[in-house]
């Protein structure tokens, strides 16, 4: 397939490169052309920061921008790409943003964290499809299905839900990560200590009902555990994290009051 980038960030980048192994990336399209121009090399596009200038002959077009620019990106696209099947990458944002301008619309959605200092397993990688006429998501499987083992046809409500429970899943839990380093920061202690702890509740997440793996003084309703890092966190000025723990201790108490 010919397909072009509008789009140079995370998802594109990572995308782009895996595509790039069996098919030809034309154009890379940012309004940063020194962020075209750097994804651009690696996949042997072309780069451009103008619209206009993104060549038509193209089978796929895949928009890879903030959910927020979805909508404009394909009002500039229409025009230039009336026949050819227009994709965006995003969670959570619904089909009709793009079929309500364009005829050949769908969605090619990889349920993962990228970054660019670390390389995609792209065969465990969930990918979902969607598109508004069969051929095209019949055509979206199929390249799908050239990148990853875990291939799916949802309607954007289910990648809806998928999106909003991986911000719970990856967003959230990573911020508490980040909020357990600033604890023991604190204190001088090594954060690398919980690295077991870590992999270990993960582990457990992927195996079992999360529920059920629940522990910690919350679940077990535990008040002067509680009550003893509140204190510290209070001692310690730090009302933002304080706050954090509160509510999520509370909603855990209420989860597991009635546990045998």
Known sequence: MRISFI???????????????????VQIYSRTLEHAQALASQVAAKATANIAELEPDVDLVIIAVSDQAIAEVIQQLHAQFTDVLIVHTSGSTDIQVLAEVHARAGVFYPLQTFSLAREVDWQATPLFVEAVQPQDQAQLIQLANSLSSHVYAYTSAQRLSLHLAAVFACNFSNYCYDMAKQVVDAQQVDFSLLYPLILETAQKAVQYDPKQMQTGPAMRGDQNILNRHQQMLEDAKREDLKKVYNLMSQQILQSHQTKA
Do not use: E, P
């Not at 140079?8 to 595509?19: E, N």
């Open 7 to 25: 789009g140079a960030g995370r998802v594109a980048h990572h995308l782009a490169a895996v595509l790039s192994q069996n098919h030809q990336i």
